[in-house]
DNA sequence: CACATTTCATGGACATGTCAACGAAGTGTT
DNA sequence: AACACTTCGTTGACATGTCCATGAAATGTG
C-alpha cells in the first residue's frame, strides 16, 4: 500500500527522513533528562526566558515567541513553579495578564543544564554533518517550516474527501 | 545563554532545523485528523500492518517493528480496537501473545487515508526540496538516525554531572 | 520433573498535551 | 456611561504517552 505513490527515491528518503524525526527528539530528551531532571520543554521554557534582560516575560508573549498555546504554557508553568524553576508576578501594565519569571534556582539549573544539552546535541547531530550538509540542512529547513500554515494554498491537488472516514 | 557555545553557523542551522522538527509533523498531524480522522499513530499502526499480507501482526513484532514499547502499543491498539479498526486474534503458536489483524474497515479506511495523506506529506515538504537535497537529506538522517542509541560512546567529551539538578 | 527466570500482554498511576468553557479585565462604539 | 466584543490566564475533561507491577505462559537448568 505504500509504495504505488511515490518514487523509489521519494520512498526511501521520506522514510529515512520520517525515521530521524522521531529518534532523534527522543534520544534528546532520554539525554536531557537523565543529565539535568529537566524535559525538552523544559528546557524550552527556561532558555526562552533566560534571553530577556530582566529573565522575565509576560505569558502570552512566551506562548506566542515559542508557538504555543497560552492554555499548554499556563499548564506547563503551573507544573514548573512547583518545582521552584520559575514565578509568577502580576502584570503592571495588564491586570489580567501575569508575568513569568526565572528564578534564582531556574536560572542556575539553566546553566548547569546548558553545556550537557549541547554536548548532547553535538554527540548525536551536529558532529556527523560537514559544514556543507549543515548549512543545506539549515536553509531546506527554514523554507518548509516557512511556507503557510493553514492549507488554503495546496497545490492544485485535488482535495481529499472532507468527512472523516472513522470517528475519532 | 545560547549563542556561546555554538558557531554562528551552527546555531542557526540548528535553530531552523529544530523549528522544522516540530512545525512539520504537527502539520502532516493537523492535516491527516481533518482529512481522514486518524491521527498519525494510527496511521502508522494501520499501514505498518498493512503489510503483512494476510494484515496480522503479533503485538510484540509490531512492536519492535514500529521501535514502539508493547504496553504503548497494547494501550493504543485497545482504543483502535473500540473504533473497529483492528481486532485481537490469540496468538496459535504462543498462548501468551496476541495477533493483531486489520479489520475490513481498517483497511478502508487506510485506503481512503493514504492519497491524502501524501498529498499532504507532498504539499508541506517533498514538492519545496529539489532531488539533490532530497537525496542529501536522505542520507544525512540515515546517518544519524543509525547512530548507536546508547552513549557508551560519547566522543572523547566530558561528562556533564549525573546527578539531576531539579527534581521531577 | 521441579524450580527459577524470562517473556508477554495488560493494567493502573502519573505526566503532558489538546480543546472548550469560564470569569475577569481591556477595548471600541455610541 | 453603557454596551457588546475581545483578550488573558486558568480550569476541567479527555487523549495519549511513560513507567512499574502483575499474572500467565514459555524457557532453561539441575
Redesign the pocket.
Known amino acids: 500500500m505504500a509504495t504505488r505513490w511515490l518514487s523509489a527515491d521519494e520512498e526511501l528518503a521520506w522514510r529515512a527522513f520520517r525515521r530521524l524525526l522521531t529518534t532523534l527528539p ?1 534520544r534528546l530528551a ?1 539525554d536531557l533528562t537523565a543529565d539535568t531532571g529537566l ?4 528546557y524550552e521554557v527556561l532558555s526562552t526566558l533566560s534571553e530577556k534582560p530582566d529573565r522575565r516575560w ?4 512566551l ?1 506566542a515567541k515559542m508557538e ?12 514548573m513553579q512547583d518545582r521552584g524553576l520559575i514565578d ?1 508576578e502580576p ?1 503592571p ?7 513569568l519569571k526565572l528564578t534564582d534556582t531556574g536560572y542556575t539549573v539553566l546553566e548547569q543544564a546548558a553545556p550537557a544539552h549541547l554536548a548532547s546535541v553535538r554527540d548525536r547531530f551536529l558532529d556527523h554533518l560537514d559544514p556543507a550538509e549543515l548549512d543545506l540542512l539549515g536553509r531546506l529547513s527554514t523554507r518548509i517550516a516557512d511556507l503557510p500554515d493553514d492549507r488554503t494554498q495546496r497545490n492544485g491537488r485535488e482535495r481529499a474527501a472532507p468527512g472523516r472516514l472513522a470517528d ?1
Chains 1, 2 share one sequence.
Open positions: 527522543a532520554r524535559s525538552m520543554t523544559d509576560a505569558l502570552k508573549d506562548a504555543w498555546s497560552r492554555s499548554r504554557l499556563s499548564h506547563h508553568t503551573t507544573r509568577r502584570d501594565t495588564d491586570a489580567r495578564g501575569c508575568l475519532r
